[in-house]
């Protein structure tokens, strides 16, 4: 008999209706728990801050003297009773170089910081240190054509460049001017089992300038908060976010951020492949349950590709249909690594069937091996550490292919398997589900005699648990 016919053969042999249906109400969860959380899949930048701004043509640079930074942090711990003055590391104040007001354009920024002294950072990812000088400090930012270079000075006659930027396809007329922004305080509360949980409190930043010139502008300034701002009740009825000028002095206060995660973006996929859990241990069982029969070594290698294959089908549908507002890149990557996750988690599971040779163990196993750890580890129940490891020891490590945001050291957040950071890279954490399936197919071929398996010592002829 050819391939070709053991496999048709092996396909029709599997697709019985109660597999079919299984598979079909797998994709089905996954695909109405992401719709739930269809809100959730954009995972775009933080972009909001208090912007005192004029219009800047293709040449030109704006200069300043920033002579003090503050800030305030509402109700940190340990009492959580009063709000204290201070700054959290990544609160920034200091000019910026913007293509509009909306959301999300491009920029370069030179800025002060918190407790990251001086700071160049552009188009939300990239970030270049500077000196870790604290306030008085001169700053600069130069614009040609669609170079943008930020340099300091301690006088504002000796200047150090600090880092240029390429923002290829600028507009000829942009947005220069002053700012600020403060991201919320994190800190973790412990609990589950150790596990930890986010709370973030309000934040805002304070930046005062002097010897304000700009070159090349229009000279007509105007104010506003670049996303939403004095909502908050210490800025309704204390500090405004806002802009104030004085006698040549102007106080500039605003909260939320710049950089490379939106709110909620770092679990926006993670969200919306909430429904995985319940489709993998679907999965499992029905591929379990399909390597527990009466198995030749001859047929494994086709019963592992149906077997495979209508898993894979049945990810990537559910999958693609979830994540479809996703960019193309990203889509691609997430759909089809997840697809293929799932697939050799059912060879896998069916691996363990033929070798164990009885369903209900397989079950068993493949739970232990890649559900458990999967499941415990994307809610905060045990501590960090612990659920890193069984992310890099266990097969779910296969599942890091859907993680779509990256550590940034810029950006202070929770990076644990509980908020949809993975400890391996997507490629790495495949290679260690791979590894554990191959060996479990080396098994159940080498326990697989002959073109019927014997049965079991006490069991009657054909029994396959």
């Not at 502008?217 to 000028?245: C, I, L, P, Q």
């Not at 990256?406 to 890279?425: I, K, M, N, R």
Request: hydrophobic share 45%.
């Amino acid at each position: 008999m050819s391939s070709t016919e053991l496999l048709r053969r092996e396909w029709t042999a599997f697709r019985r209706p109660g597999r079919l249906i299984a598979l079909a109400v797998a994709g089905l969860t996954v695909i109405t728990m992401g719709l739930l959380f269809a809100g959730a899949t954009s995972s775009g930048v933080s972009d909001t801050f208090w912007f005192r701004y004029q219009d800047l043509g293709r040449d030109g640079a704006i200069t300043v003297r920033m002579t003090s930074m503050t800030g305030t942090i509402t109700y940190p711990p340990p009492g959580h009773d009063q709000i204290v003055a201070g700054l959290v590391p990544w609160a920034k104040s200091g000019i910026i170089v913007k293509d509009g007001l909306r959301q999300g354009s491009r920029y370069a920024a030179l800025a002060m910081t918190g407790a990251h002294g001086v700071r160049f950072q552009h188009d939300y990812v990239h970030d270049v240190a500077g000196s870790a000088a604290r306030t008085p400090r001169w700053l600069r930012l130069t614009r040609s054509g669609d170079t943008i270079t930020g340099s300091e000075s301690a006088d504002g006659e000796q200047w150090h460049v600090v880092g240029t930027a390429e923002l290829t396809g600028l507009p000829e007329t942009v947005q220069v001017g002053l700012f600020a922004t403060s991201p919320g305080d994190l800190t973790l509360r412990e609990t589950g089992l150790g596990g930890t949980i986010e709370q973030v409190r309000f934040t805002q930043a304070v930046g005062v300038f002097d010897n304000i010139t700009v070159q090349g502008g229009t000279g007509r300034w105007d104010s506003g908060s670049v996303g939403e701002m004095n909502h908050t009740d210490w800025e309704k009825f204390h500090n405004a976010s806002g802009a104030v000028e004085k006698d040549g002095v102007v106080t500039i206060s605003g909260t939320g951020d710049i950089g490379p995660i939106g709110e909620g973006g770092a679990r926006g996929v993670e969200k919306a492949l909430s429904g995985l859990v319940i489709a993998l241990i679907i999965v499992l069982v029905v591929a379990a349950r399909y390597g527990a029969r009466e198995t030749p070594r001859r047929v494994i290698a086709a019963r592992t590709v149906v077997v495979g294959s209508a898993t894979f089908v049945t990810g990537l549908l559910a999958a693609g249909i979830v994540v479809a507002t996703t960019p193309l890149a990203t889509f691609v990557r997430v759909v089809v690594g997840v697809a293929a996750v799932l697939a050799v988690c059912a060879v896998l599971s069916y691996g363990l069937g033929v070798w164990l040779r009885r369903g209900w163990a397989a079950i068993l196993v493949g739970l232990t091996l890649v559900a458990v750890p999967y499941a415990v580890t994307a809610v905060p129940l045990l501590p960090d550490a612990v659920a890193e490891w069984l992310l890099r020891l266990t097969p779910a490590a296969g599942f890091a292919v859907k993680q779509t945001v990256v550590e940034y050291p810029q950006v202070t957040a929770h990076y644990a398997p509980s908020a949809g950071y993975f400890p391996l890279p997507g490629w790495a954490g495949f290679a260690v589900l791979c590894a554990y399936t191959a060996l479990v197919l080396w098994l159940a071929s080498s326990g697989s005699r002959g073109s019927a398996r014997k049965p079991l010592p006490g069991s009657p002829p054909g029994s396959s648990g």
